[in-house]
């Protein structure tokens, strides 16, 4: 029950998050919205892991370089990907395409491990990518594709995609830390990865891309910023982690996948009305997800 608590929590901390975002980007750019959703949540990370595991847990121990590098592709690179992305794309297909993040591992370690998923698997990734393309194109494969030739649409939905590419090879990153709880590795990726936001918004303002925020619109959007930085950094993230110990990545996932519904769900509160296409492809990325996650908790149990 313990496990079932977390993983609602962290389900009800990510759900609103694109739906927040997109409306916070009218107040806060791309570059800007990432910097500050971070320097907070870094700062209480910060103090979490220095009173959970002393002090001491906030040295790198000669891992500086790898845990820098995982941390500007995952925490730099999901962010302005991401937000990049989602000024040109909607909430909703934003989240059907962050929820390949799970396919998407599955497929990382083959060509990196070389653990061949099942053909069970295989299939369910076909359709969950089948699913997300019927998504963005809203049934128009070709109408799509001219757009693109001509330079338009579909932008942010590729920039959305590169985000979560950025987070699996992130996610893949941690064992190669195996020493580090994952609590530390969060912590001391972040830090480089905020880092890199910083670096990323300076120079976006140095050549005009971005601008510096006015206190009043940092005011503007004050509750947003509560929300990023502890719902969607900091609970949202540890949430996750206990659910997992408790759960087992397995079950762990299969919750999350109620978090494209929740986006779903709430833009049409919002007065969104979507296309048969739009909900048939959500549907068929969720339904392959959860086959997938039900095939193989079968699969392991009887092994």
Known sequence: MRGLAWAVTAVLCWVPLFSVAKRTLLHLDAFALGTVRYAVGVALFVVLLAGVEGRGALRYQGRLAAASLFGLIG???????????????RPEHASVIIALQTPLTAVAVWLTRGQRPTRFTLGCVAVAIAGVLLVVTKGHPRAALA????????LGDILVFLGALAWTTYTLGAARFPGWSPLRYTVLTCVPGFVGL?????????LGFSRLPRLEDLYGVRWQIVYFSLCTVVLGVLAFNAA?????????????????????????????????????GAGLVIGALVANNVYLRATKTVR
């Open 244 to 280: 997992t110990r408790r759960l087992g990545p397995l079950n762990t996932m299969l919750m999350l996948n109620l978090v494209p519904v929740g986006v779903f769900a709430i833009e049409a509160a919002l007065g969104r009305r979507f296309s048969p296409a739009e909900l048939s």
């Open 75 to 89: 925490i730099t690179g999901f962010n302005l990907f991401v937000w990049l992305g989602l000024g040109f794309t």
């Open 147 to 154: 757009d693109i030739v001509a330079g338009r649409g579909l």
């Open 198 to 206: 910083v670096v990323a918004n300076a120079l976006a303002v140095a």
